[in-house]
């Protein structure tokens, strides 16, 4: 769709504000509604209106694929690793009061570290299924597999 | 009125984007309530990367459900049998909206009343998910990652050629 002018000026537009909202959704979080699972979607939602303009190459270039599964595991694990740390630090598993001196520093801390996790793995994953789905359409139209001409015969 | 439109349309793609629209109705109805976090969530999650899957996967079906024949009666009989249980058991539901009803009475005032002095954050909803009920959340995000490996596992196989049948002539 890079042809259409309207749609790459609207998009070109668009994309650095979804992902600055996404941001500001992620780590403004503790203060207005928000966190880990809108920001991670918002900002997988500018990298697929980016791949409807640009096409999957462009967006995978810009991620590459193996980053995108690598994050995907890295959210997880950074978040269980701020639980390890607690018990490490002499607390409790997910207890973040242990993490810095004052506890509600402390606390916020490990929100915003958890909640960054949580916004990691989510975009990705969004990122990975649309991926998917979109490689899929490409592939079952090389093998002959197109639904809508199945149908057009059946009828 | 959304919902049963969604409900009765044969065209899959029609279907999706009433489904967007009603839970971007829904997203409008729950900031009302100044539920800001569910809002956005249904806004961003419902009305927005809900609807791209779809119409993902609607590019790899054809676009219109088939109609089958008939009714099936012992799945209507199911449904109203447990509709009126379920009718029935709503008449034991405390008042809505009382302050004396069990769900105010649990760990609610306590959030409320002591997530600043604790966290020193004004939104209780985001101490809630990641601090004290943190381990609900990690298991939400394992839940997510296993989707998403899920997901892969399924579509990363490349399609097989399958015979075509030859149009009738």
């Known amino acids: ?155 | 009125m959304v919902g049963l439109a969604v409900v009765f349309t044969r065209d899959l793609l029609k279907a999706t984007m009433l489904f967007a629209i009603y839970s971007l109705t829904i997203a409008a109805l729950f900031a009302l309530l100044d539920a800001g976090d569910v809002a956005l969530t249904e806004a961003a999650v419902g009305a927005g990367i809900s609807t791209v899957l779809i119409l993902a996967v609607l590019a790899l079906v054809p676009r219109h459900e088939k109609t089958a024949k008939g009714h099936n009666l012992p799945a209507l009989a199911i449904v109203i049998i447990t509709g009126a249980a379920l009718v029935y058991a709503s008449f034991d539901l405390p008042v809505f909206g009382e302050a004396g009803n069990p769900v105010h009475q649990h760990v609610g005032p306590y959030y409320i009343g002591e997530t600043y002095a604790d966290m020193g954050i004004p939104n209780m909803v985001a101490a809630v998910l990641a601090s004290y009920r943190s381990i609900d959340t990690f298991g939400e995000a394992v839940v997510i990652l296993t989707a998403g490996i899920g997901v892969y596992a399924l579509l990363s196989v490349r399609p097989r050629r399958r015979q075509r049948r030859e149009p009738e002539q």
């Open chain 1, 1 to 155: 769709m890079k042809d259409n002018a309207i749609l790459v000026v609207v998009a070109r537009f668009l994309i650095p504000l979804m992902m600055l909202f996404g941001l500001y959704v992620q780590f403004h979080g503790e203060y207005s509604p928000g966190g880990g699972f809108q920001a991670g979607v918002l900002f997988a939602a500018a990298w697929i209106l980016f791949v409807f303009i640009y096409g999957l190459e462009t967006g995978l270039r810009i991620i590459p694929e193996r980053v995108i599964y690598a994050l995907a595991a890295l959210g997880v694990l950074l978040y269980g690793f701020i639980g390890l740390l607690g018990v490490l630090l002499g607390g409790r598993y997910l207890d973040f009061d242990p993490l810095l001196a004052s506890p509600q520093a402390a606390q916020q801390a490990g929100i915003i570290l958890v909640e960054f996790g949580v916004g990691v793995t989510v975009a990705s994953v969004v990122m990975v299924f649309f991926m998917m789905f979109a490689r899929r359409r490409a592939e079952s139209l090389e093998a002959g597999l197109d639904p809508d001409a199945d149908e057009d015969i059946g009828q």
